[in-house]
């Protein structure tokens, strides 16, 4: 029995060893966080784009989120409130041009991120300016927001660059470990996330009777959701909170299980779609695509080599 016990006890760690090595140390081509780079920097040049408009209505010196009402909402000087963690330059210069050129910067960064020029240094910078903007703004940012500056961070471990002087940024001409690292990290991020959001849902009644997508079409401004038509038909306020249940389920199905992950980006497009309709939160929408870049590379890979094994056989 204890030798039974044992020899279970060893397949079992060395089960595991071999999934851990598959999902995040098995040497992986770099194109995929390539891929990654360049999906992520676009939403980050959405993202600090988004944000020149919103100086004075928002964070500007005049904005009714001021540097010092700010500093308030974050609950400074008081114990606990983990205020002292929130660092941020727009707390000690919130001028207007100083906001401008900030967002400009970051903004040429991203850009620069796309490119693959300057390695790990321009994710990293990326990275922190996006926090400093988000620390600032706290009280406005989305799900969004938060799932992109984590995104970014998995890029400070690879970001796809290809160092040799004769090949440019999105390159198939190495294996890196560090690159399953980055995009395993990215992926189980998007499965926990999608997990916690799962989670959330099944927690509330109102998804399970429809009265929440009731509240999105009533008091939403999403013109998809118009509570005129949804009126007349009650059952369907049922079936499309089921149906996002469902969608959550199978989403997260296709992102665990390799072989299901080229079905993931399909059943991700239909859940990133959704999401928006529902929320009316572009960026929120935009992050997520962002985040399935994770699995469009290898999955375009797998699918592009299908034809070839089947004549083989």
């Not at 399953?180 to 849902?201: N, P, Q, T, V, Y």
């Not at 991700?268 to 399935?292: E, K, P, Q």
Request: charged share 10%.
């Amino acid at each position: 029995m204890i030798r039974l016990m044992t020899n279970y006890l060893h397949w079992l760690r060395q089960r595991s060893s071999d999934w851990l090595d598959a999902e995040l140390f098995e040497p992986q081509w770099s194109g995929a966080t390539a891929t990654c780079r360049l999906c992520i920097g676009f939403a980050c040049v959405l993202f600090f784009s988004s944000w020149y408009g919103s100086i004075e209505p928002w964070i500007g010196e005049n904005g009714p989120l001021n540097a010092d009402l700010s500093r308030f909402l974050i609950g400074e000087n008081i114990e606990s409130s983990g205020a002292n963690f929130r660092i941020s330059p727009f707390f000690v210069y919130d001028q207007s041009v100083f906001v401008i050129g900030y967002l400009f910067v970051a903004t040429v960064l991203s850009l620069i991120m796309i490119s693959g020029f300057g390695g790990r240094i321009v994710p990293f910078a990326v990275w922190i300016m996006m926090l400093a903007l988000l620390h600032r703004v706290s009280v406005l940012q989305s799900l969004g927001e938060i799932l992109l500056s984590s995104a970014v961070a998995y890029l400070i471990i690879d970001n796809g660059w290809i160092t040799e002087p004769t090949r440019v940024g999105f390159a198939d001409n190495k294996q890196r470990w560090t690159t399953a690292l980055a995009i395993g990290l990215m992926r189980w991020h998007l499965i926990l996330w999608i997990f916690a959001s799962l989670c959330s849902h099944l927690s509330q009644t109102m998804w399970w009777d429809g009265t929440a997508i009731w509240n999105i079409s009533v008091y939403g401004q999403n013109a998809f959701l118009s509570p005129n038509v949804l009126a007349k038909y009650e059952w369907l306020f049922v079936m499309a909170a089921s149906g996002w249940i469902l969608l959550h389920l199978v989403f997260l199905i296709t992102l665990l299980f390799d072989s299901l992950r080229p079905l993931a980006v399909v059943i991700g497009t239909i859940f990133w779609i959704s999401a928006y309709i529902l929320t009316n939160d572009w960026m929120y929408s935009v992050a997520g695509f962002a985040m399935l870049s994770c699995v469009f590379y290898n999955s375009s890979l797998r699918l592009k080599r299908l034809p070839l094994q089947l004549s083989v056989k």
